[in-house]
């Protein structure tokens, strides 16, 4: 949440540079939606199709994120590409499906079964399982040697984040998403240079929520259930017990929703 | 008007308080909320293993995966759309 009159802000840059950013949920100035009533700007409230529940609304932010991953700061993806996201949780198979709507093929790479089982679920291509099989080799045999051309990391872990480098084909784009900050974490760089490899982060975007809306119209259009991807589903009053769950199961959990009981 | 609303005060120290629902300002809506997501960002807040959550200047409300309805808008608010029985996200 932007302050729209700083240095930054002025000079066009993205809402995270703002010098007096407010998060929504993250701040006081700025409540989030852990409680029955919020008051927030009118330009961060977008509506949505009368027909969605208020969970699958829910899942805008989350789209969003992996979305824009892939489409923002003029990003893109099309029927020739071969996407790799790394780590099936809420954001990668976000990511996973705006990749796969899109046109492309996909391939997931995710350690934990019940990931997997999400991936296959909503459209994977392939599935691999990094610690059972030798990633590289895998990839390169489904490519038949080509690599990812957009390679997305979902995950933040180490691991992943190393392998980015190995399974990026040449000038492939390379997105950043899942968080890593205030770890330093040895990858291969030089293979940026050797592969011609664009790598792009972005943080904080207020922009995409009509487009993800629309976005998730069309997935839903085609089927989709987003509904199915809250494992666990919690009265407000419950709060506690829905973030031991969320704390405890993260394998488990994949996304943990919290209801009010307003009518749909 | 009061509301049930949960503070995070510090790490694993969520209260629900029943507190007055601020006056709205200007280009402010009132929402209702209908669900909330808990993401990932919000437990390595709530486990004090991230910075994002700002602790420094608690409590704040978490919750950035919200969904609702909204039931009012500032009177002096410019609005392009029906204040009521429009879902709403962020």
Known sequence: ?264 | MKAKIAFLHKPFDLRVEDVEVPALKENQVLVQVGACGICGSDVECFEGKSKEGRYDIAPYTPGHEWAGASRASAPASRRSNPATKSRATA
Request: aromatic share 10%; glycine share 12%; hydrophobic share 40%.
């Open chain 1, 1 to 264: 949440m932007a302050c729209g009159v700083c240095r930054n802000c002025k000079d066009g840059l993205m809402p995270s540079a703002c010098l007096n950013m407010r998060e929504a949920g993250f701040r006081p100035d700025s409540p989030g939606g852990m409680g029955e009533y919020m008051v927030i700007e009118e330009q961060y409230v977008h509506k949505v199709p009368d027909n969605w529940t208020y969970a699958d609304a829910a899942w805008v932010e989350t789209f969003s994120i992996g979305y824009f991953g892939i489409w923002g700061n003029g990003g893109y993806i099309d029927a020739s590409d071969i996407a790799i996201i790394m780590g099936c949780g809420p954001v990668g198979v976000s990511a996973m499906m705006t990749a796969k709507m899109s046109g492309a093929k996909v391939i997931v790479v995710e350690p934990f079964e019940k990931r997997r089982a999400v991936a296959e679920k909503y459209g994977a291509d392939y599935v691999i399982d990094p610690t059972a099989v030798d990633l590289v080799k895998e990839v390169e045999r489904i490519t038949d040697g080509r690599m990812g051309t957009v390679v997305v990391e979902a995950s933040g872990n180490n691991n992943a984040i190393a392998s980015l480098f190995d399974v990026a084909g040449h000038s492939a784009r390379v997105r950043l998403i899942g968080h890593s900050i205030g770890r330093k974490v040895p990858v291969e760089i030089g293979k940026t240079i050797w592969r011609t490899l664009s790598i792009s982060g972005s943080g904080g975007t207020k922009n995409f929520a009509q487009r993800t809306i629309r976005f998730m119209s069309a997935l839903k259009e085609k089927g989709v259930d987003f509904g199915t991807l809250n494992t666990h589903y919690y009265p407000f009053g419950q709060i506690h017990e829905a973030f031991d769950v969320a704390c405890k199961l993260k394998a488990d959990a994949f996304k943990v929703m919290l209801t009010f009981g307003v009518e749909e």
